[in-house]
């Protein structure tokens, strides 16, 4: 059987080559295909072979730092998750817990850079994808991650992110969030009768 499809393949591409092909069923209902006229057999119609001029492609960002022998990354997603855009973060003590989505995950000799409000952090870790940020006071915030290669060049970077710090006043305990003062016991009133 495997020989028959050989011998099919090979009469395909002989016709493919400009001859005619002729195809008829035999008596059994076996059909056959030949580059000769078989009496019953009908012609083939081959059309003309399919080819395909592939498009120029000018030199992408990963291309031109291929060419600079340094292999790009392929991530496919780095985003900024928590904090989300426009949350509101109430008594966070000046600590900001961050959690990021990468992928695929941070390759070897590539590193994780965070800014908060346009400066560089210092002391990200390399790795995890959540941990803590100190010294995050209250008022509008703006946090993005990026992914640099090991020249310091960004590969990657994530959408920024603004969201606020609130703190409870002591002079106003009844803010939005904000714990409110226990209230004071109704006290009884004499009864009447004096």
């Known amino acids: 059987m495997r020989w028959m499809w050989m011998l099919l393949l090979l009469l395909f591409a002989a016709g493919a080559a400009g001859s005619e092909m002729w195809r008829w069923v035999d008596a059994d209902g076996v059909v056959h295909y030949s580059d000769r006229p078989h009496p019953g057999a009908e012609r083939v119609d081959m059309g003309r072979a399919q080819t395909f001029t592939a498009p120029v492609i000018t030199p992408s960002r990963r291309e031109a730092l291929e060419q600079e022998g340094e292999p790009a990354s392929q991530y496919s ?49 390399q790795g995890p994808t959540q941990f803590t940020i100190g010294e995050v006071f209250r008022g509008e915030r703006q946090l993005r991650a990026s992914i640099v290669d090991a020249r310091g060049r ?18 106003n305990p009844t803010q939005r969030g904000a714990p409110t003062r226990p209230q004071p016991r109704p006290q009884p009133r004499p009864s009447g009768g004096g």
């Open 77 to 125: 997603r780095l985003s900024v998750v928590s904090p989300a855009e426009g949350e509101t973060l109430w008594n966070i003590e000046g600590e900001l817990n961050v959690q990021l989505a990468v992928e695929p995950r941070l390759a070897s000799g590539h590193q994780l850079r965070i800014f908060l409000d346009g400066s560089q952090v210092e002391g990200v870790p």
């Open 154 to 171: 960004e590969l990657v970077s994530s959408a920024t992110v603004t969201f606020y710090v609130q703190q409870t006043s002591v002079q």
